[in-house]
């Protein structure tokens, strides 16, 4: 899923999307998503919906 569908859905805008990843560097950098990556692989995106409250 691509960074982008996620900030659709959790109804914000890309830029404030990154924002909120930026806090959470750490974490996604020992999963391997670096912050050019664009497709987030599902363990990311697990992970993000559970701390962001995302419904998919």
Known sequence: MYKSEL???AGV????????????RGILDAMG????TRKLP???????CEDY???I
């Open 42 to 48: 599902p363990k990311a995106v697990r992970y993000i």
């Open 13 to 24: 805008s890309t830029r404030t999307f990154q924002r909120y990843l930026a806090t959470r």
């Open 7 to 9: 900030a659709e859905l």
């Open 53 to 55: 409250c995302i419904d």
């Open 33 to 36: 998503v670096s912050p050019r």
